[in-house]
């Protein structure tokens, strides 16, 4: 990186996460302290506002913005899929502001761009299933974004698939919420559980009678959106053979709780970790007579 680009990138990286130390942005441009320290002073120099703390670090004067920036096509392309991703999978406010972000992205780019940009924006496509924009679902994504904004504590009816006590499948859950996220199609709710006093995923198909509470909460500083180290571990090895001739289709079907996979002389042989059979039962029954379980007895 010459030094015309580290200073770009320096403003960036400044902009981005706030206060960083002289150490923090040689570890990240991969330079000396010294080397930065140049580099903080040419900027300074050339207008830029970074104010110094001892001891803390520094930081872009507040309200400092870096003018329009010049994107590749490759970076367009990157910024448009995901704004008409977002557009498509997220509900009608964060819908127009995906939009119009495009349309600014799209509007500043240079002649000689628009056009290989428009071309590849036009032709890749993420197709899933997007959820019906009137549906109770989207409604909820509503309630949750506002709940994640304000800090507000949630109270909703969760139905459990797998149970290991005999109790009922539907609990009245009250939860600090931390993030959203979009897997396997199915939008998932992070957040601490009360009950459980951990951090849970909550599915939102399984979520009946979202209330917001007005009591709040406050966040912690490093969530993410992922699962909790705590959840209850997948301490159950599944092992089972399938057919030569449908190892293609068992790959092309692969389960969400498939670990690795192995040629063998009859046929492929995959692992699995589960937590509780019931979990990969359905999918091991859509195979037949094509797939032979070696272990666990309890599932043969």
Same mark, same amino acid.
């Given at each position: 990186?010459?030094?015309?680009?580290?200073?770009?990138?320096?403003?960036?990286?400044?902009?981005?996460?706030?206060?960083?130390?002289?150490?923090?942005?040689?570890?990240?441009?991969?330079? *000396?302290?010294?080397?930065?320290?140049?580099?903080?002073?040419?900027?300074?120099?050339?207008?830029?506002?970074?104010? *110094?703390?001892?001891?803390?670090?520094?930081?872009? @004067?507040?309200?400092?913005?870096?003018?329009?920036?010049?994107?590749?096509?490759?970076?367009? !392309?990157?910024?448009?899929?995901?704004?008409?991703? @977002?557009?498509?999978?997220?509900?009608?406010?964060?819908?127009?502001?995906?939009?119009?972000?495009?349309?600014?992205?799209?509007?500043?780019?240079?002649?000689?761009?628009?056009?290989? +940009?428009?071309?590849?924006?036009?032709?890749?496509?993420?197709?899933?299933?997007?959820?019906?924009?009137?549906?109770?679902?989207?409604? @909820?994504?509503?309630?949750?974004?506002?709940?994640?904004?304000?800090?507000?504590?949630?109270?909703?009816?969760?139905?459990?698939?797998?149970?290991?006590?005999?109790?009922?499948?539907?609990?009245?859950?009250?939860?600090?919420?931390?993030?959203?996220?979009?897997?396997?199609?199915?939008?998932?709710?992070?957040?601490?559980?009360?009950?459980?006093?951990? +951090?849970?995923?909550?599915?939102?198909?399984?979520?009946?009678?979202?209330?917001?509470?007005?009591?709040?909460?406050?966040? #912690?500083?490093?969530?993410?959106?992922?699962?909790?180290?705590?959840?209850?571990?997948?301490?159950?090895?599944?092992?089972?053979?399938?057919?030569?001739?449908?190892?293609?289709?068992?790959?092309?079907?692969? *389960?969400?709780?498939? !670990?690795?996979?192995?040629?063998?002389?009859?046929?492929?042989? =995959?692992?699995? @970790?589960?937590?509780? #059979?019931?979990?990969?039962?359905?999918?091991?029954? *859509?195979?037949?007579?094509? =797939?032979?379980?070696?272990?666990?007895?309890?599932?043969?």
């Amino acid at each position: 990186m010459n030094k015309t680009d580290r200073l770009l990138a320096i403003v960036l990286e400044l902009q981005r996460k706030g206060r960083q130390r002289a150490e923090d942005l040689a570890d990240v441009f991969e330079t *000396s302290k010294r080397t930065i320290y140049r580099d903080i002073l040419a900027l300074c120099e050339a207008g830029v506002p970074i104010l *110094s703390v001892p001891g803390q670090g520094y930081s872009l @004067m507040k309200g400092y913005f870096l003018p329009p920036l010049s994107f590749t096509t490759e970076e367009a !392309t990157m910024l448009l899929l995901g704004s008409d991703f @977002m557009a498509r999978n997220f509900d009608a406010q964060y819908r127009a502001a995906a939009e119009s972000a495009g349309r600014k992205i799209e509007g500043v780019l240079p002649e000689t761009l628009r056009e290989d +940009v428009q071309y590849m924006h036009n032709n890749i496509r993420f197709i899933g299933g997007n959820t019906d924009p009137y549906s109770k679902e989207h409604e @909820m994504l509503q309630q949750l974004r506002r709940a994640l904004l304000a800090r507000n504590t949630i109270r909703f009816c969760y139905y459990t698939r797998h149970r290991r006590d005999e109790q009922e499948s539907a609990q009245t859950r009250e939860a600090d919420p931390y993030s959203l996220a979009y897997f396997l199609g199915a939008w998932h709710l992070v957040a601490y559980c009360h009950l459980r006093q951990d +951090v849970r995923n909550f599915r939102l198909d399984r979520i009946e009678d979202l209330e917001l509470l007005t009591h709040t909460f406050t966040r #912690p500083t490093n969530i993410r959106a992922c699962q909790s180290e705590q959840e209850s571990p997948r301490n159950v090895t599944v092992r089972v053979l399938f057919d030569k001739e449908i190892a293609r289709w068992v790959r092309e079907g692969r *389960s969400y709780y498939v !670990t690795a996979e192995e040629e063998a002389e009859d046929g492929l042989l =995959v692992t699995l @970790m589960i937590r509780h #059979p019931n979990e990969i039962l359905q999918w091991l029954l *859509s195979w037949g007579s094509r =797939v032979r379980v070696l272990e666990p007895d309890s599932l043969r």
